[in-house]
């Protein structure tokens, strides 16, 4: 996965493949790693397999984006970002965007370059298994990406899964 982010998403030198939860947003980071801690404490951690790429138009900054879609734990995820929207952060939800869960492998200005890698990457064995069992907040700045935060999820088998 990280050879194809490497070679296709300017922003893998930046930061490692993740989920984002949240769209990004202006706040103090110990209100934000605060808040997810609280509002994530009844979450355990879950399975996440990737098998499914898909090309993804950007309708709020344009271009196109290569985006692998979880076929488990996406449920998951979205209840996760449901939650961190509940309550404090509300207004801050982008609701002009309907909430995907995904890890980008790729971007272009172009939707057909986009469309293109999707079809070749879905070619091939795509079986992507990873445990999510952490929530890091990152802030991003002018100086960087750096970790503001790291909220650890209950351990799956102590909640009897």
């Known amino acids: 996965m990280e050879s194809v982010r490497s070679a296709n ?18 706040c103090d980071a110990d209100t934000l790693v605060a808040h997810v801690k609280q509002l994530v404490a009844s979450f355990t951690s879950f399975p996440v397999t990737l098998a499914r790429v898909i090309a993804q138009r950007d309708v709020v900054s344009g271009g196109s984006h290569v985006f692998l879609v979880p076929s488990e734990g996406s449920d998951q995820l979205r209840r996760i970002h449901d939650r961190l929207y509940a309550t ?37 064995l795509i079986d992507v298994r990873a445990r999510i069992d952490a929530i890091d ?3 991003v700045g002018v100086d960087g990406i750096a970790s503001a935060g790291h ?11």
């Open 88 to 124: 404090t952060f509300r207004a801050h939800l982008r609701e002009d965007v309907s909430y995907l869960p995904h890890v980008t492998v790729g971007a272009s200005a172009t939707f057909e370059k986009c469309a293109s890698l999707a079809e070749e990457l879905n070619q091939g």
């Open 9 to 26: 998403d300017p922003q893998a030198r930046l930061i490692n493949a993740h989920f984002t939860l949240m769209f990004p947003l202006t």
């Open 137 to 139: 907040v990152i802030s």
């Open 151 to 161: 909220v650890p999820l209950a351990a799956a088998a102590a909640a009897g899964a």
